[in-house]
């Protein structure tokens, strides 16, 4: 019942920035968190951050200081901005909205980030 479309993903240079954005369509209505998940190449999937719907907003340790979530309830988007890429960064990228912090929610279809040395 929602969908998801991710952009902004692509090839970068270490110490570069890159905006990803994530629009969500259909039945939006009750969306309490938002968040990125990325899959490193051969890798388990991880949180790299979420945003509630108080605004309260939780960071993978790695990316603290670095990146920035925030969100747009008003057109059903979230962003995550990147500052300062480490080659580590290197991951497929998933949106992911649930109405429950405990469900799994709804994935976009995942965007390519390449951080280059």
């Known amino acids: 019942q929602v969908q998801l479309v991710e952009s902004g993903g692509g090839l970068v240079q270490a110490g570069g920035s890159l905006r990803l954005s994530c629009a969500a369509s259909g039945t939006t209505f009750s969306i309490n968190y938002m968040g990125w998940y990325r899959q490193p190449p051969g890798k388990q999937r991880e949180l790299v951050a979420r945003?509630?719907?108080?605004?309260?907003?939780n960071y993978a340790g790695s990316v603290k200081g670095r990146f920035t979530i925030s969100r747009d309830n008003a057109k059903n988007t979230v962003a995550l901005q990147m500052n300062s890429l480490k080659p580590e960064d290197t991951a497929v990228y998933y949106c992911?909205?649930?109405?429950?912090?405990?469900?799994?929610?709804?994935w976009g279809q995942g965007t390519q980030v390449t951080v280059s040395s």
């Open positions: 945003i509630s719907s108080d605004g309260t907003t």
């Open positions: 992911n909205v649930r109405r429950h912090v405990m469900s799994t929610g709804y």
